[in-house]
């Protein structure tokens, strides 16, 4: 086990992880993957952090999702007529007009092949970078400032395909929580979030915690873990009250 | 007819049927420490047996019985206390050096700090900790007559529900180590439970904390394995103190409880008994004596912050130098080697003896001294003259005599001033510290002529240690190293002659033991001191 380091952070201070995130970010990286367990907060950092003058749009992916999601797709109008509906990736390329926009790709491992494509496109380097637009015929290039967070709960790297990580070469895996997500919760059950936001199989997730901190209250702790915990409840609570030393009521 | 098909569990285990065990899987990955981080454990089924369940800190693995029942719930908060608070291999290595108590003594005190903080965080320790092997493990341990052993077998079952077992299994071959063992036990379990009043008690007079029992600083000052230490030195003092409880009465009655109650009504009896071997009165008394250092160990944890030492055993004393300076003056008297007149022998030395001696000793035989060694403490407590360790030489028959004196960075702080018949010119000048008495005392053990040569140790035995630090953890060591090695202690020059005098005559010598460590000994151990 390794020795804990010497310096603690204060209360409110980043954890390493995310610290790691805010200066890639802010140092102008606009190539970076966020990858790691879910519910750690990975996509309220590519939507929040860093130079975000030119807005930021999220991509969610899925299997069913199509190129539309990405590039656009043609859409009646009131008039009968059909105009073009941008998609979330020109939209970041083209941010305010004046710089580039952030674009966060969700999960974009579960893309289907043609979608995965564009996105391969649309996150390649801006010299290589073009679309034409189908109305105007215009050749369009993504604006200066343009970024991509890319999240992933993949845990290890090797699994995505090697022209996507050719892509993104800052990769950083975060185990801890964002520790304004843990603000929402009671202050005595911040750290076992935390903690057990890592565990591998025997994770807990973030929700889990709110769930049974919102439970307690009302029904107690026994009763809210049961709930929210099921079979688990015995060890979840035997743990609490290995670690502070007292019963849990 | 087809058998069954079995079942495979996650956990590896074939399940006969169609119903699986629950299988409960401990949270390890919850536990916070203050000297290493979080992070994923794997936890392996195991039998609750003794020394099935195990915890390594490092590799952050755990071995635990599953089942959803309550024994093996407490088998398992067992090992996330341990997970919790105990310390790594590694770590543990470094307590180990320390040396202030040996591994086997201080895992013994963590089993048990482990079952009270299992009791104090609500755990039911005394109702379901319990493998069954405890009944035959105290009748072996009784059996063999390895009351050391038992002592420590009983501290590491401390609370559980095995030790009435334990105590039971002892109790079959000799039942009067059941009070002294419950006696010792208790007093551990009052030393750790007094911890956490000591430091309510703090609080409310506004006072910092001391570490609690269950803190993991990396500084021992913040370390409750600490508090296992400081037990585990204290419980191999209580041992060694004994050494052999009081034997078993001569008529035992086999109900040790009916036994007790018997005595209870005999009181007159009792008192004509006397106070030797077998009586109910020495093992009364001895229970005491466990009782008042069970209240000292408490006071001194109050007191001196635990009387926890910074460093380890060895780095508590000085470096000791050796000088030997020439030895160039010969010591008129009995020192080392004599011819004494003989009736047999090759040459005929002592020829005149035909006419003068009526038994004709003509020839020599070589009698050797009986060796030993003179330690004299020069530090300033001591206030001793030239003249006075002058004196100490010449009456030391064929002796190796030394003075030691710490103060000096550079210098020797001990002196070999007379060996074989020869002394030094001038005695050095002493330093006026102590600082070396162990290793003083350890050189001296060292450098006996034979292992039968006697080692006299003049010393008011104020020890101290470096920067003359001294302490009743220092005196400890010095008391147990002379009960160990069988060192003579005096702590007057004129005593220390009369007691060579005595050497001489070869009549029987015993120790007049120094106050200080008098009653150092008696607070530490509730006994009074026995020197050779």
């Known amino acids: 086990m390794p020795k804990k380091s010497k310096t603690k952070n204060p209360p409110l201070a980043l954890p390493k992880c995310w610290q790691t995130v805010k200066d890639a970010l802010d140092a102008g990286i606009d190539r970076v993957i966020l990858f790691g367990v879910a519910g750690t907060g990975k996509t309220y950092a590519g939507l929040n952090y860093g130079q975000l003058d030119g807005g930021a749009h999220r991509l969610i992916c899925t299997d069913e999702m199509t190129n539309a999601d990405v590039t656009g797709c043609w859409q009646p109008t009131a008039s009968g007529s059909w105009s073009w509906l941008t998609g979330a990736g020109i939209k970041a390329w083209q941010g305010n007009g004046k710089v580039g926009g952030r674009l966060v790709i969700d999960e974009i491992d579960k893309a289907g092949g043609d979608v995965f494509a564009t996105l391969l496109a649309i996150t390649d380097t801006p010299e290589s970078a073009v679309w034409e637009h189908p109305q105007t015929k215009k050749a369009i290039r993504p604006l200066d400032g343009f970024s991509v967070v890319m999240t992933t709960n993949i845990e290890d790297m090797t699994e995505l395909p090697m022209a996507l990580k050719d892509r993104f070469p800052v990769a950083i895996r975060i185990n801890e929580p964002h520790p304004e997500a843990l603000l929402r919760m009671s202050e005595d059950l911040r750290e076992y979030a935390k903690q057990m936001c890592d565990a591998g199989e025997r994770r807990i997730s973030l929700r889990s915690f709110y769930a049974y901190d919102k439970l307690r209250k009302s029904l107690g702790a026994k009763k809210s873990a049961e709930i929210v915990f099921g079979s688990r409840a015995k060890s979840f609570l035997d743990a609490i009250q290995v670690d502070t030393g007292k019963k849990v009521v | ?532």
């Open chain 2, 1 to 532: 007819m087809m058998p069954k098909p079995t079942e495979e569990t996650s956990s590896g285990y074939q399940v006969v049927g169609v119903t699986t065990p629950t299988q409960v899987v401990p949270d390890a990955e919850m536990l916070r420490r203050d000297d290493t981080d979080a992070g994923k454990w794997t936890i392996h089924s195991s039998s609750a047996q003794t020394g099935e369940p195990k915890t390594e800190i490092t590799d952050r693995q755990m071995f635990v019985p599953t089942y959803d029942d309550e024994h093996s719930r407490h088998i398992r908060a067992q090992q996330m206390f341990h997970a919790k608070v105990s310390p790594s291999h590694k770590d543990m290595d470094k307590w180990v050096k320390r040396a202030w108590a040996s591994e086997r003594t201080l895992l013994a005190c963590e089993k048990l700090r482990i079952t009270t903080l299992m009791s104090q965080a609500g755990f039911e320790p005394h109702l379901h900790l319990q493998d069954g092997s405890e009944f035959r493990n105290g009748f072996q341990v009784s059996l063999h007559n390895d009351f050391q052993s038992a002592v420590l077998m009983s501290v590491a079952l401390g609370e559980t529900a095995g030790h009435t077992e334990f105590l039971r299994g002892v109790e079959q071959t000799h039942p009067e180590w059941k009070e002294l063992l419950t006696k010792i036990t208790q007093q551990g379990v009052s030393f750790y439970k007094s911890i956490e009043t000591h430091n309510d008690e703090r609080m409310n007079k506004g006072l910092p904390s001391l570490a609690k029992l269950n803190d993991t600083g990396e500084d021992i000052r913040a370390n409750g394995f600490a508090y296992t230490e400081q037990l585990a030195k204290w419980v191999e003092t209580i041992i060694g103190s004994i050494q052999q409880p009081p034997p078993k009465p001569d008529n035992p009655n086999p109900d040790g409880k009916k036994d007790r109650k018997g005595k209870k009504g005999k009181k007159g009896e009792d008192k004509s008994e006397g106070e030797g071997e077998g009586d109910p009165k020495a093992v009364k008394r001895l229970l005491k004596e466990i009782s008042d250092a069970g209240k000292t160990l408490r006071e001194h944890h109050q007191e001196r912050r635990g009387g926890l030492p910074q460093y380890g055993k060895e780095a508590v004393w000085g470096t000791l130098r050796v000088g030997k300076p020439p030895l160039l003056r010969n010591v008129i008297g009995a020192i080392g080697k004599k011819r004494v007149a003989t009736e047999m022998g090759r040459n005929p030395r002592r020829i005149s003896r035909l006419l003068t001696d009526p038994q004709r000793r003509i020839f020599d035989r070589v009698v050797k001294g009986a060796g030993g060694v003179v330690l004299v403490d020069t530090s300033g407590s001591m206030s001793l003259s030239e003249d006075e360790v002058k004196q100490l030489v010449l009456h030391a028959p064929s002796a190796l005599v030394a003075q030691y004196s710490g103060g000096s960075r550079t210098l020797p702080n001990l002196y070999v001033i007379a060996n074989k018949g020869k002394m030094c010119e001038r005695l050095p000048h002493p330093h006026g510290m102590n600082e070396v008495d162990l290793p003083a005392l350890r050189w001296a053990v060292k450098n006996k002529q034979r292992p039968t040569s006697p080692v006299i140790w003049v010393s008011d035995g104020y020890v101290t240690g470096k920067h003359d630090d001294g302490g009743e953890e220092l005196a400890m060591e010095v008391i147990k190293f002379c009960q160990k090695n069988g060192v003579y202690v005096v702590p007057e020059p004129e005593q220390a002659i009369e007691l060579l005098k005595k050497l001489q005559r070869r009549e029987k010598i015993t120790s007049i033991i120094p106050e200080y460590l008098s009653v150092v000994y008696r607070e530490e151990t509730g006994r009074t001191l026995v020197l050779r």
